[in-house]
Antibody, heavy 127, light 109 residues
Framework: QLQLRETGPGLVKPSETLALSCSVS??????????WAWIRQPPGKGLEWIGS???????YHNSSLRSRVAMSLDTSKNQFSLRLSSVTVADSAVYYC???????????????????WGRGTLVTVSS | EIVLTQSPGTLSLSPGERATLSCRAS???????LAWYQQKPGQTPRLLIY???SRATGVPNRFSGSGSGTDFTLTISSLEPEDFAVYYC??????????FGQGTRLDLK
């Protein structure tokens, strides 16, 4: 059964860069029918999609964060990564990595639902 | 960007009752590309429904989804104690961006 696990620092200082990695248990990055995504949830609040990356490394960003977000894939390590620059207190949240289905395509993209999630990691932005 | 508005914000019901949760989109969600998730306190969201009405693997058949266009519904036919949680809808028909509703909390009455 596919498992995902987020790793990274739990505390980041304002204006610095948040860097997280997600390890994927079965290394299924060569699948063209899946994307690998980051989603975050501020404490007590709802879910926000950050971005998704496909097996070729193509990235889709949430435009509200786009200029600060970088995502990458390392197939040799079975992991994908997120970097969020110039963080503020508003970026404090539980960060989830997830596998995203890409089977059905709309006129805009093939980004679908999230079928497998990591357990999440809490990142606090504070000096 | 499609904005999803869920109602009610909180729903208080008892085990055995029927729960009806609404998700309304600011514009039509193409092809009914809408999913529902359940999140219990301190836990990861769990996929329940995709494609507006298809149950994910292992989801009990008391959960059902319906709707199209801008109006979607998640129905739990007879509430079990483990169903009390927060429920989110998510659209992927007009993405990016992927967007989520703000959630409906289903509380034990």
């Amino acid at each position: 059964q596919l498992q995902l696990r987020e790793t990274g620092p739990g505390l980041v200082k304002p204006s610095e860069t948040l860097a997280l990695s997600c390890s994927v248990s079965d290394g299924s990055f060569d699948s063209s029918s899946h994307y690998w995504a980051w989603i975050r949830q501020p404490p007590g609040k709802g879910l926000e999609w950050i971005g998704s990356i496909d097996y070729s490394g193509k990235v889709y960003h949430n435009s509200s964060l786009r200029s600060r977000v970088a995502m990458s894939l390392d197939t040799s390590k079975n992991q994908f990564s997120l970097r969020l620059s110039s963080v503020t207190v508003a970026d404090s949240a539980v960060y989830y990595c997830a596998r995203q289905e890409g089977v059905y395509c709309s006129p805009f993209s093939c980004l679908n639902w999230f079928d497998t999630w990591g357990r999440g990691t809490l990142v606090t932005v504070s000096s | 960007e499609i904005v999803l508005t869920q109602s009610p914000g909180t729903l208080s019901l008892s085990p055995g009752e029927r729960a009806t949760l609404s998700c309304r989109a600011s514009q039509s969600v193409s092809n009914g590309f809408l999913a529902w998730y359940q999140q219990k306190p301190g836990q990861t969201p769990r996929l329940l429904i995709y494609g507006a009405s298809s149950r994910a693997t292992g989801v009990p058949n008391r959960f059902s989804g319906s709707g199209s266009g801008t109006d979607f519904t998640l129905t739990i036919s007879s509430l079990e104690p483990e169903d009390f949680a927060v429920y989110y809808c998510q659209q992927y028909g007009n993405s990016p961006p992927i967007t989520f509703g703000q959630g409906t909390r289903l509380d034990l009455k």
